[in-house]
């Protein structure tokens, strides 16, 4: 297993428990997490049942800045994706499957804006500039841009046979 990387002082981080790397955070005590031993409270979680991290390890500030990201531009955007369309939908899934490839769609275009490929588009290992960059990349973008963005790529695609 590669360790992640700290964003804040690129030092490789080490798999700790909650309960040993804050004894005083009892949320934290069941959770095996990659930790930064330079830095204070500088740490990311695993994915579920395994060692393997969801990210890179980021201090509060950075954390703060990732989940803000998350809860004010980037869910918003796909999360009210089926608000375009009229008419509503015949079922939940129909909604389901408009809302997730509507989420796909906006990473796609902040991948892009962002210059990044989409496996390194994932808000857990962004640092304090990125998070930053990305805001400013989607502040007063509607989803229906995203969509027209992404219909035009997606056709261009097709035309290639690249699908
Ligand atoms: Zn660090």
Redesign the pocket.
């Known amino acids: 297993m590669t360790a992640p990387r ?1 964003v ?4 490789e981080a080490v798999l700790a428990t909650g309960r040993e790397a804050y004894p005083h955070r009892p949320d934290l005590a069941g959770k095996i997490m990659w930790k ?1 031993q ?2 204070a409270d ?1 740490h990311c979680g695993c994915h579920e049942g395994s060692q393997r991290p969801l990210g890179r ?1 980021a201090g509060p500030k950075v954390r703060e800045a990732r989940t803000l990201l998350h809860k004010r531009m980037l869910d918003p955007l796909w999360q009210t994706a089926d608000q375009i369309y009229e008419g509503g939908f015949e079922n939940e899934l129909a909604r389901t499957i408009v809302r997730g490839k509507a989420r796909s769609r906006v990473y796609a275009f902040l991948a892009n804006r962002l210059s990044m490929t989409k496996e390194e588009c994932h808000t857990g290992s962004f640092d304090l500039d990125q998070c930053r960059a990305a805001w400013r990349a989607l502040q007063g973008i509607s989803y229906a841009e995203i969509r027209e963005w992404a219909k035009v790529r997606e056709k261009a695609a097709k035309e290639n046979g690249d699908t």
């Open positions: 700290c804040e002082c690129g030092a930064c330079m830095c500088s390890p």
